[in-house]
């Protein structure tokens, strides 16, 4: 996992200057940055997404004395494909650097523990972090726009705690407070729409070919394997939406909003599939329609 491309910054405030969600400076994973702590500190079990099962706390076998993934290229066909869609929203350098001033684990055993304990923490920040300034790049929610900025304020300033404050951080209580405020942005964004609502909803492998969803609400919809080709999901809103292995073949997700591209690449699509601008098609995908 420990490949990704450098964002060049380690601070999760918006830009000053830029429009807001453009860039999501300090959200994006920079992994020279880092210690490869997704590589180490979180556990994972042997399934479809991962061929071995490996401890919390335990270097992947994979990862190399340089930190870098010895098989990143090769991560799909090794069995490693939940390595390929994770993102740390940018929470690993911010530990790596920030919270631990650039100590390396490697060579403070004390700060390792300390440091595996505070980067799942901090990955839920800033997560919250990323779908709160994809809120401000929403016109819809500009009536929002007050609230989004003081709560993005408030979860940065969590951030920046030392390591004692992160580990002790009711963390579920600022996801449901964050929630609130991202449902209030949905529902702003989805109004005027068909707005079909799904959240929650078990969707594994169902046929939802060229299916009329504009405006729906599928966060937190579990969408593995589903049949989405040529689907209308335009301004859909898919936070959480589980789209893995689910085929978006032609589908039109212009303006869907909390989507990241975490969830792309873990779906399967093609060249007609429509895009938000501001994401990246995954080399994985088809080449062309239908193959």
């Known amino acids: 996992m420990s490949e990704k491309p450098s964002s060049g910054t380690s601070s ?32 994972f079990s042997a399934s479809a997404d991962f061929a071995i099962d490996k401890e919390a706390g335990r270097p992947c076998p994979n990862l190399g ?29 911010k530990v790596s650097q920030v919270t631990f001033g650039g100590r390396d684990w490697r060579g403070d055993p004390q700060s390792a523990k300390r440091m595996f304990a505070v980067f799942p923490v901090m990955r839920q920040l800033h997560e919250l972090l990323w779908y709160l300034d994809d809120a401000l790049s929403l016109p819809r929610a ?51 729409t068909r707005k079909p609502d799904r959240r929650g ?31 209308d999901l335009r301004s859909a809103d898919l936070l959480g939406a589980d789209l893995r292995g689910a085929d978006l073949g032609g589908a039109d997700l212009t303006g869907a909003f909390f989507l990241t591209q975490a969830q792309l690449d873990a779906a399967k699509g093609d060249a007609a599939t429509r895009l938000p601008p501001s994401f990246t098609r995954p080399a994985h995908w088809r080449a062309a329609p239908g193959r």
Do not use: M
Request: positive net charge; proline residues 4%.
């Open 12 to 43: 999760g405030a918006p830009a000053k200057g830029t429009r807001p969600g453009a860039g999501r400076p300090g959200l994006r994973a920079d992994c020279g940055s880092c210690f490869a702590l997704c590589c180490v500190a979180l556990p």
């Open 201 to 231: 909803a078990d969707l594994i492998g169902a046929r939802l070919a060229k299916a009329g969803l504009r405006g729906a609400s599928l966060r937190g919809a579990r969408l593995i394997g589903a049949d989405l080709k040529g689907a």
């Open 142 to 192: 500009r009536p929002l726009h007050d609230e989004i900025r003081a709560a993005f304020a408030a979860i940065e300033r969590l951030t920046l705690g030392d390591p004692g404050a992160l580990v002790r951080l009711d963390v579920g209580a600022h996801r449901r407070e964050a929630g609130d405020l991202l449902a209030r942005v949905s529902e702003l964004v989805r109004a005027g």
């Open 65 to 93: 004395a340089d930190l870098r993934c010895g098989i990143h290229a090769r991560l799909r066909n090794e069995g490693f494909a939940g390595c390929t869609v994770y993102d740390c929203f940018g929470a690993g350098q």
